[in-house]
């Protein structure tokens, strides 16, 4: 079992920045490929980012591509989304998950594990 456990979303104007972070415990972090989806009100729950297990592959949706830097610290457990440049578009409930695949998915039924979400709400 694998707990993960999101923070640092909040508010920001168009154009600012944020850095998510998804803390895990239970299993051996470097175990896991890493994950960021994102679901906006009345819509599905979209792949943003994904990180390999040592981080040596990213994988982005297109459009975030540019502006959003998934990374990883396995020392610390931990996955990151750095967000710029943001758009309210990018406004939308963040989830991490982790999955037991060598190489990270972009489809959310694949990932065995899931926080509850951060709040990401980027003003006009």
């Known amino acids: 079992q694998v707990q993960l456990v999101e923070s640092g979303g909040g508010l920001v104007q168009a154009g600012g920045s944020l850095t998510l972070s998804c803390a895990a415990s239970?299993?051996?972090?470097?175990?896991?490929?890493m994950g960021w989806f994102r679901q906006a009100p009345g819509k599905e729950r979209d792949f943003v980012a994904a990180?390999?297990?040592?981080?040596?592959?990213?994988t982005y949706t297109d459009s975030v591509k540019g502006r959003f830097t998934i990374s990883r610290d396995n020392a610390k457990s931990t996955v990151y989304l750095q967000m710029n440049s943001l758009k309210p578009e990018d406004t939308a409930l963040y989830y991490c998950a982790a999955d037991t695949a060598a190489l990270p998915s972009r489809s959310s039924a694949n990932y065995e594990y899931w926080g509850r979400g951060t709040q990401v709400t980027v003003s006009s």
């Open positions: 239970g299993r051996t972090f470097s175990n896991y490929a």
């Open positions: 990180i390999t297990r040592l981080a040596y592959t990213t």
